[in-house]
């Protein structure tokens, strides 16, 4: 004999396992700390720094 099932909380079951793996998936795309984001750009805007000051311009050679 088959279980009886309760179609209202399977529902919200459902709703619940989708809501949680939409946040899941938002966190994972989202999920970056501030001073993260910071020192990343940080390290960027360095790099991107020590580049320029190395950069032989073609009309400096004269």
Do not use: C, F, Y
Not at 3 to 27: C, D, T, Y
């Amino acid at each position: 004999m088959a279980e009886v099932v309760n179609l209202r909380m399977a529902r919200k079951r459902a709703a619940r396992e989708r809501a949680g793996k939409a946040a899941a998936e938002s966190r994972l795309a989202n999920g970056v700390l501030k001073r993260e984001r910071v020192l990343s750009e940080a390290d960027r805007n360095k790099a991107r720094h020590t580049l320029d000051q190395h950069r032989i311009e073609t009309g400096d050679r004269g």
